[in-house]
């Protein structure tokens, strides 16, 4: 039996998957989507896919991922998707399919333990009685585990100072010229990566590798023989990350952190150690005053302009370099020593390239507050770079996600990666969206640059909210509205208000599923990613269409860029983008068959402007209506079946 006849049967009707996993349900689109992607593998083709919410698109490439026999590394964006796939979907696909190949994941090295910094941390540093028990804690884990995953060990997250003194970083191990690689949890699990026949990765990780090869330093991840990016519409942005850089203030402040730590332990007589640490964190102190004290971005007319700041810059790469220079002269002391040199010099090298760099293909920013700034470097275009490496891998490519296309075509992904060659194919969610909600549009609503425009957004859906009895995710393109709209409900919702920034986006989610009359109110990290199916979800509110603020760095330098290639910057850049990310916001409402609510929104520019009918074709089928009539009566119909 062919591989596409043995894919085919699994999905089928009465096939393994519906025979033996409850809840199986056989969809048309599926199976079709799955016999492409097993053609793309056959032919080492490139192939891009749409695939609506309910699709069943996971499945739609892990049957075939499995039953190739090939070597497949698949990436996702969110850790709740590569977490579904390790923990539940591949081993529940493993057995169903009989499949004997290694399946695994791997992360970036600073998610595992070192044991050699492990043992730094409990013999050089001061530790609080906190950090004595998480310690403990982790020596013992240590003992038995098998991966060094310090996600897995449950006692400290990436969040905690401790994180970053026990974990794999690159610079320590290359210094420390280690003795232990046998037994060191990385170099384990990379070397049995290269063995999995399934690997799960994540973009982040794939595009550090990406980069890597593109600078001709080898790489992180093993050759594969098909490529899986699920949730791609994220990819081009993360991969300009990694194809570019940024120097913080956090790592400075850090690194001047640790340099004291690395002479306290290895060193101690050289004072002089310190004082030039000192110095150094003054001048990044004086080159953050220098931008001053309110969140902004810059562009590098406006950074260029400031002679302040470019006397601040260019005294902290000179210290930079004078400290690096004399780390060196101390680094055989001692790995900690040996780690901070290294950094100091890479941390000048990469100051120094984004001062003076005349790249025009290159944009140099600064995003700052008053405590705090990122000095970045970031391509204007990464389709060079990704398709070159592309081709130079091999093998068969598939990318989809929820959100890839514009009113059915794929133009603005293909340009980011240059997929030019790529096959495509839409298969529309199964959904009844005629028969499972609405799309209410309130007329009469201001500008949105209007000042009382949140005010009065927030005055046509009280009724709904009030209807719903909460059930309500409200999103929102920046925080100022977020809190405007915050402090308005606040005086008068007497349910509960969830509020992104106040706690962990998890604990939000599993409140707003536990607590009665809850609103969640959420700006761009809740727009995608978040699965609420059921009741409790009924109502979801979208306050713009998401368009990045023109007066970005990043966006102004886009839009320069393509208007120097005879392109308009609104039409292939900000309308393609506003569009991708208005239907991830809109997919939060409808989850499952079952599910029935109401979208609402609110920005009059989607009747008003001529764009708005691309936008409104582009989202899902719903009864578009004008008037509060048919959302009330769907929320009253939805409370009468709660309760």
């Known amino acids: 039996m062919t591989l596409m006849a043995r894919v085919e049967a699994f999905l089928n009707k009465d096939g393994a998957l519906e025979q033996r996993i409850e809840g199986f349900s056989v969809r048309t689109a599926q199976i079709e989507m799955a016999k492409q992607i097993t053609a793309c593998f056959e032919s080492d083709d490139t192939l ?52 004997k190949g290694v399946v695994m994941q791997l992360k970036g090295r600073e998610n595992y333990l070192c044991e050699q910094r492990l043992h730094q941390a409990e013999t050089l540093f001061k530790n609080t009685k906190s950090d004595w028990r998480k310690l403990a804690k982790l020596r013992h884990w240590m003992e038995s585990s098998a991966t060094g995953d310090l996600s897995e060990a449950g006692v400290i997250d990436e969040s905690d100072p401790l994180w970053r003194k026990v974990c794999a970083k690159l610079e320590f191990c290359q210094a420390a010229a280690c003795q232990k690689e046998g037994e060191c949890f990385y170099p384990k699990v990379k070397q049995k990566a290269l063995e999995a026949q399934v690997l799960v990765v994540n973009h982040h990780l794939f595009c550090a590798d990406l980069a890597l090869r593109e600078q001709g330093f080898g790489e992180l991840l093993p050759d594969a023989d098909c490529y899986v990016f699920d949730e791609a519409h994220q990819l081009p942005d993360i991969a300009a990350q990694f194809l570019g850089f940024s120097v913080s203030r956090f790592q400075l402040d850090e690194l001047c952190r640790d340099i004291k730590q690395a002479k306290a332990e290895e060193s101690n007589e050289s004072e002089d150690v310190v004082d030039r640490v000192n110095v150094l964190q003054e001048q990044v102190k004086l080159v953050n005053e220098a931008l001053g004290k309110w969140d902004r ?107 890839l296309s514009v009113h059915e075509r794929f133009d603005y992904f293909v340009q980011r990666l240059g997929l030019a060659q790529a096959q495509t194919a839409v298969w529309p969610s199964p959904f009844d969206y005629q028969a499972q909600g609405v799309i209410y549009h309130p007329v009469g609503l201001p500008d949105p640059r209007s000042e009382d425009y949140i005010k009065i957004c927030m005055r046509a859906v009280w009724p709904l909210l009030k209807e719903s009895e909460g059930r309500a995710f409200l999103l929102f393109t920046s925080f100022r509205a977020l809190n405007e709209a915050k ?66 760095p990043l966006v102004q330098a886009r839009e320069s860029y393509l208007k120097q290639k005879g392109l308009s910057g609104f039409a292939h850049f900000q309308l393609p983008e506003a569009v991708m990310a208005l239907k991830q916001g809109a997919g939060r409402l409808i989850r499952d068959v079952n599910d029935r609510g109401v979208l609402v929104l609110c920005d009059p520019r989607l009747s008003s402007k001529g764009y708005g009918q691309t936008i409104m074709k582009s989202l899902p089928d719903f009864p578009w209506v004008y008037q509060a009539d048919a959302p009330l009566n769907l929320l009253k119909k939805l409370k009468k079946e709660v309760k």
């Open 48 to 99: 891009i896919v749409e695939a609506g919410t309910g699709t069943g698109k996971t499945f739609a490439y892990l049957i075939p991922a499995l039953l190739s026999g090939k070597q497949v590394i698949i990436s996702t964006a969110t850790k709740n998707l590569q977490q579904q796939l390790v923990d539940k979907d591949l081993p529940l696909l493993k057995k169903v399919c009989g499949v």
């Open 297 to 403: 971005r810059w562009n590098w007319e406006q950074l260029a302009g400031s002679a302040v700041f470019l006397q601040h810059i260019k005294r902290l790469i000179n210290q930079l370099a004078t400290l690096a220079d004399h780390l060196k002269t101390l680094e055989k002391r001692g790995k900690l020593l040996a780690a901070v040199a290294k950094r100091t010099q890479e941390l000048e090298t990469q100051l120094n390239l984004w001062l003076n760099t005349e790249k025009e293909t290159e944009v140099r920013w600064a995003e700052s507050s008053q405590a705090r700034f990122k000095l970045n470097m970031t391509p204007l275009s990464v389709a060079e770079p990704f398709s070159r490496q592309r081709e130079a891998i091999g093998g068969g490519w598939v990318f989809t996600s929820a959100t």
């Open 487 to 552: 402090t308005l409900l606040a005086a008068h919702w007497k349910g509960v208000l969830l509020v992104q920034g106040e706690d962990a986006k998890h604990r939000l989610l599993a409140r707003f599923k536990s607590e009665k009359a809850a609103i969640l109110l959420g700006t761009s990290s809740f727009w995608e990613g978040v699965d609420v199916k059921g009741q409790d979800l009924q109502l979801v509110v979208i306050d713009r269409i998401p368009f990045a603020p023109p007066d970005d």
